[in-house]
């Protein structure tokens, strides 16, 4: 057999230009897809950072909550100490509540720092979550719209086509909407 006698069979083409179309289709679809996934991917990393930053400060807070709680009861020991130590005893007393007293004020001004904190980063984490379900939204319209485009090649209905571009149309607006939200 002559080399021009050997047809690869990769090589058919059954002259239907809509398996052409469906093909490129199809490829477009795939590529903005990669995208859209690696985007959305991106995007998701921010929102978890965000809620373990959230997470993190909250547990600083909680920690200067507990210091505080402590600190507190140093001063109300050292209050009824004063009260039921003989007066000839009580020398001292003023001045450690007074430091405890300040000590309170310290730490519960950094308490307040990370419980902001942790609000701050929750609500950031809150604030990225929408455009991110935009983007998994468009994602799943892609999805769709390869899934309608592989029934058109089979099928031959160029009307399946049709609803996939309009899929996939939806889907690039929505991908917009969710990153002009960012």
């Known amino acids: 057999m002559s080399e021009a006698e050997i047809e690869a069979p990769h090589i058919h083409h059954d002259g239907n230009p809509l398996s052409q ?14 995208i ?28 200067q909550w507990n ?9 109300h020991l050292m209050e009824l100490a004063k009260i039921l130590a003989p007066p000839d005893k009580t020398k001292g007393f ?11 004020a310290v730490i519960k001004a950094g308490a307040d720092k990370y419980e902001a904190a942790s609000a701050k980063a929750n609500t950031e984490a809150a604030r990225l979550d929408r455009p991110h379900q935009m983007l998994a939204f468009a994602m799943i319209l ?10 058109t090649a089979l099928t031959k209905r160029a009307w399946l086509l049709s609803v996939a571009a309009t899929c996939a149309i939806v889907g690039i607006a ?9």
Do not use: C, P
């Open 142 to 151: 892609f999805q769709i719209a390869v899934a309608l485009a592989s029934v």
């Open 94 to 104: 003023d001045e450690k509540i007074g430091k405890y007293q300040a000590q309170k």
């Open 67 to 75: 210091y505080y709680q402590a600190v507190s009861t140093k001063t």
């Open 36 to 63: 859209l996934s690696y985007q959305g991917n991106r995007l998701m990393d921010e929102v978890l950072m965000q809620k373990n930053d959230a997470v993190l400060m909250k547990a600083h807070a909680t920690d």
């Open 21 to 34: 179309w469906v093909a490129l289709f199809t490829a477009v679809l795939a590529a903005l897809g990669a």
């Open 174 to 182: 929505l991908w917009g909407y969710g990153m002009s939200l960012i």
